[in-house]
């Protein structure tokens, strides 16, 4: 245990130490301290990985938070194998992250706030997988949350970067809501707040209903979705998925780390740690299937059309998470899980590639500008390539497995959308192949379509941003061969490692189905590639062609489905309306102003009157003295 | 024998002279003069009830209030000279710093 608590407060000791001391005395040496605790955290992680292969799981308190009546929490740490997955992902991610930003941020004036806050970011999701009660989740929850507002806004003197770190930090609080009622519900039904008694006793509660709001709902349906609004918000799913796009304001190894690896995902561990309490709901379980295959339809689809080279990705992201809730959403989280952490290594790789990009185009993120990039950084060139071949799915990647045990499961097991989402699953895998193979044709293919100037300026990175892209792309292509199915002559190790956690998942299926399965989903993903292929390499008139022949879809996707438009007309301008005249106008100027000026202006006023008696004059003094007891007197004899 | 009354009569009128002198006059030598007068006639009045009454407690009063006048004459002559010498004058609407 002991050596345990380093992996979580390594980084929060660099953390303090940049903060306090980075401004004065390590400013271009800020990154060695937090490079230092990050690597020492991953080797304690491994230790606890090895340690969890052995069967060695750990539940402990460190010490008591506080306690109120039977309310107590305790801060403490529970490692076992899901965690332990979790803990390498991202410890991995994180040092590779920051060692890349080591050249990616060279030069910036913030250079030690970066990194201190990298590291912060780094210890509070630590804390979250960590965690063992819900509170100290929730807290690791905020405090991750805090941390990407934080780095988003990193430029903040833009004001683009200081309203999307706002926006994230605003569209969050809805989501929470219901997350932090959730944990309420559980302390209300459990008295307590910690996993172990929840989930030992949540099988007890499968039939109880409690009254919300007039109705009787299935009490777990009821805290297994106040807890997946939380999600929906953290992972960015429909309908709070409107922040994750914006997000990419921040410098691109925060969107690696925070809005593709880490952060995000935080919402699928959190559906697969409560895998206990949404399993007991087939309604919860039907919908966060449902979420996932719609959101990840839908922002694959928007994926098609944009030109803003890390806003690809970032719909990229928010479509693949959407495949993992897909997965929980079918019960096979293990699945979902294993996607997690492949998709961790892919998605990291191809944002770093892409800010390597844009380090060699001067920070033009425009897809239409670039072309032909392949020889001027073949290390980028091929490491973005490997991660697209895995995230489309083909045959040996990481993705590929990952992919094709979620569509195995969702068409195999027991839900009734199954076979719904698998066909949307398949659809997006097409879809999937298709734009990354865009972005890799329109990036690294063809003529260079930038000015002069870009032209010449073009680079591959220093080492200390292409040696993570090796590493990481090592990842995106080997991550999956630990969960290599029985069908491919595999272990399926990585679901048989989490079956302690997360229970086996439910498949019944003929061995040719299972072919079949995986033979669709293969030939959606070639497609996908053969179709960028031709569309955007051999027939460029035609995406210009379709974009003209189909103008009113094309409009819609370009435009997102309006979904920020509608919000802004439904939620920001009357909340922008309210504030200005009903907040601002009358209960802050004409009531609180009131108060606050009227108090002191009475008094001032008052004193004006009074201020009149006092002349300096001793003979004033006295007459008024003299008066005074006259009438004291009179009063006296008269009675 | 002179009545209890007169005696009285002399008290308030003497005690009125003094306070009028103080509140009227501007000079702070006669303000001074005056709150002695106001002191003496107490102390007349004093008088003559001690010895209406055939009590002692009232003179060993009066003998206080002379001595504490005494004190007070002293203390008040050396803050009336103190002030002549800062602001040259003897008038008391020149000394107006507590004016708020």
Known sequence: ?639 | MVPLNWYLMLSAVVFMIGVFGFLTRKNIIIMFMSVELMLNGVNISLIAFSHYLQDMRGQILVFFIITVAAAEAAIGLAIIIALFRNKSTAHVDEMNEMKG
Request: with cysteine; hydrophobic share 50%.
């Open chain 1, 1 to 639: 245990m002991n050596n345990y608590l380093l992996i979580p407060f390594l980084p929060l000791a660099a953390f303090l130490i940049n903060i306090l001391l980075g401004r004065n005395f390590l400013k271009e040496k800020a990154h060695w301290v937090s490079i230092l605790a990050v690597a020492g955290s991953w080797v304690v992680a491994v230790m606890a990985l090895v340690d969890t292969m052995a069967g060695k799981t750990i539940n402990e308190d460190l010490y008591s938070w506080f306690v109120s009546g039977n309310f107590k929490v305790s801060v403490g740490f529970l490692i076992d194998q899901l965690t332990a997955v979790m803990l390498i992902v991202v410890t991995t991610c994180s040092m590779l992250i920051h060692i890349y930003s080591v050249g990616y941020m060279h030069g910036d004036k913030g250079f030690y706030r970066f990194f201190a806050y990298l590291s912060l970011f780094t210890f509070c999701m630590l804390m979250l997988v960590m965690a063992n009660n819900f509170l100290q989740l929730y807290f690791g929850w905020e405090g991750v949350g805090l941390c990407s507002y934080f780095l988003i806004g990193y430029y903040f003197d833009k004001k683009s970067a200081s309203d999307a770190g706002k926006k994230a930090f605003i569209v969050n609080r809805f989501g929470d809501f219901g997350f932090g009622l959730g944990i309420i519900m559980i302390f209300l039904t459990f008295g307590t707040v910690y996993y172990e008694p929840v989930f030992a006793q949540a099988g007890g509660f499968a039939n109880h209903t409690v009254n919300f709001l007039g109705y009787d709902v299935h009490l777990m349906t009821l805290i297994a979705l106040l807890l997946f609004c939380g999600s929906i918000g953290k992972s960015a799913q429909m309908p709070l998925h409107v922040w994750l796009p914006d997000a990419m304001e921040g410098p691109t190894p925060v969107s690696a780390l925070i809005h593709a690896a880490t952060m995000v995902t935080a919402g699928v561990f959190l559906v697969a740690r409560c895998s206990p309490i949404f399993s007991l709901s087939e309604t919860a379980l039907m919908v966060v299937a449902l979420t996932g295959a719609i959101t990840s339809l839908f922002a694959a689809t928007i994926g098609l059309v944009q030109n803003d080279i890390k806003r690809i990705i970032a719909y990229s992201t928010i479509s693949q998470l959407g495949y993992m809730f897909l997965a929980c959403g079918v019960g096979a989280y293990s699945a979902g899980v294993f996607h997690l952490y492949t998709h961790a290594f892919f998605k990291a790789l191809l944002f770093l590639c892409a800010g390597s990009v844009m380090h060699a185009m001067a920070g033009e993120l425009n897809l239409q500008k670039m072309g032909g990039l392949k020889k001027y950084m073949p290390v980028t060139y091929i490491t973005m390539l490997l991660a697209s071949l895995s995230i489309a799915g083909v045959p040996g990647f990481a993705g590929f497995f990952s992919k094709d045990e979620i569509l195995w499961l969702a068409y195999s097991g027991p839900s009734p959308v199954g076979k719904l989402v698998w066909g949307i699953g398949t659809v997006v895998a097409f879809l999937t192949a298709l734009y990354s193979f865009r972005l890799i044709f329109l990036t690294f293919h063809g003529k260079f379509r930038g000015t002069h100037e870009q032209e010449h300026h073009l680079h591959e990175s220093p080492k200390v941003m292409t040696i993570p892209l090796i590493l990481l792309c090592v990842g995106a292509i080997a991550s999956g061969w630990v969960g290599i199915p029985h069908l491919l002559g595999g272990g399926a190790h990585f679901t048989e490692f989490m079956k302690p956690v997360l229970g086996h998942p439910e498949g019944h299926g003929t061995h040719s189905e299972e072919w079949m399965v995986m033979a669709v989903s293969v030939i959606a993903g070639f497609s996908g590639i053969g179709l960028a292929y031709f569309m955007y390499l051999k027939r460029a008139d035609i995406p210009v062609r379709l974009a003209a022949r189909f103008s009113a879809v094309h409009k819609i996707l370009l435009n997102k489905y309006y979904v920020d438009e509608f919000y802004s007309f439904l939620i920001v301008r009357p909340a922008i309306w309210i504030a200005k005249n009903i907040l601002i106008g009358i209960t802050d100027a004409k009531i609180i102003e009131a108060i606050v000026n009227g108090i002191p202006k009475a008094i001032g006023g008052f004193s004006q009157v009074i201020r009149k008696v006092q002349t300096g004059f001793l003979q004033h003094y006295a007459t008024i003295m003299a008066t005074g007891i006259l009438i004291i007197v009179a009063i006296m004899l008269l009675r």
